[in-house]
């Protein structure tokens, strides 16, 4: 146990090393780190709730307030603070696309490693309904089931349901990807010394298949999160989200809806926008950067590690 921990540590220490080198990897995780620090610490950061009213001298609302007026990003049509709506508005965004990102990476995987490890009949049914799903447009799909769904009066929050539907229907291209990667690595010989020592096909999978995609799986999740989140912005946009709750693309449809734009009240409309495009331009580069570090892994100095355990066992069998 000692053993594993300390070999742990290193293999950490070595990724941050190597890590942090990456100029693009530091700022697309400094991006989305930032993010989540300013949806964690919301109440710290402003004073006012969502649904407080700015009110002026006389007890009016102080609608479409420039910055100049009320800082720091002004007030809306109903002369609630803009800034704490953004603030509060990224606990909903990054809430809904970190959830359904991890519900399409669990369900991605999982699939793609029934259909790359057993084959046959298995792979070619899943595959077929990956391709339907691959066929039809992901936006207009999850459009009409939400509007449908929500239509029916489920007993189900706004929110739980975007989250869900983002989820079960954005898993095929993590499905393909783990497919193809499973594929080779079931063929490998320390699968085949698994198999002639009498290791069933769950322990194959948890202990040998597992390991070597994982590293895939990390940074195909991160790049997910940035599909995600627009997702969940461009249905709330829509108007699909829950109008009680301020996420970034509810803050777009309110702004559009009540002619900011029209009345110069660049305010309420370009901070989410430019919230939205942070938090995705950060996945998408720490993504891209753990692809790069953890892809050759598959294929190098994981795999021989698997080997010598599985030499190791069959020497002990």
């Known amino acids: 146990m000692r053993e594993s921990w ?96 991890f519900i399409a990476m669990f369900v991605g995987s999982f699939l793609g490693i029934l259909a790359g490890y057993f084959g046959g009949w298995v792979d070619n049914l899943l595959m077929r309904v990956t391709d339907v799903l691959l066929v039809i447009p992901d936006l207009p799909l999850m459009l009409v089931l939400v509007a449908t769904l929500r239509q029916m009066e489920l007993k189900i929050s706004p929110l739980t349901l975007l989250i869900l539907v983002i989820g079960l229907l954005y898993w095929t291209s993590t499905a393909r990807l783990v497919r193809s990667q499973v594929l080779s690595i079931k063929e490998r010989q320390f699968v085949s010394r698994a198999r002639a020592i009498g290791a069933g096909h769950a322990h194959i999978i948890r202990k040998h298949i597992v390991p070597q995609i994982m590293p895939l799986i990390v940074a195909n999740t991160v790049l997910i999160l940035s599909t995600a989140i627009l997702i969940e912005s461009g249905l709330a946009f829509l108007g699909l989200g829950d109008p009680t709750q301020p996420s970034w693309g509810t ?21 989410p926008g430019l919230a939205i495009v942070w938090v995705s331009l950060g996945c998408v580069l720490l993504g891209n950067v753990l692809e790069e570090m953890l892809n050759p892994r598959l294929t190098g100095h994981h795999l021989e590690g698997e080997a010598k355990i599985v030499e190791t066992e069959v020497s002990l069998g």
């Open 6 to 101: 300390i070999l742990f540590k290193r293999s950490l220490l070595e990724f941050w090393r190597t890590f942090r080198r990456n100029r693009m990897g530091m700022v697309g995780a400094a991006l989305v780190l930032s993010a989540v620090l300013v949806a964690l610490f919301a109440p710290l950061l402003s004073p006012y709730t969502p649904t407080v009213v700015i009110r002026d001298e006389a007890g009016r609302g102080l609608t479409y307030a420039p910055p100049s007026v009320h800082g720091p990003l002004g007030t809306d049509d109903a002369g609630r603070d803009v800034w704490t709506q953004l603030v509060y508005g990224a606990r909903i965004s990054l809430t809904v696309g970190f959830l359904a990102g």
């Open 251 to 271: 803050m777009l449809n309110f702004a559009f809806d009540r002619n900011a734009i029209s009345n110069g009240a660049w305010w309420f409309y370009l901070p």
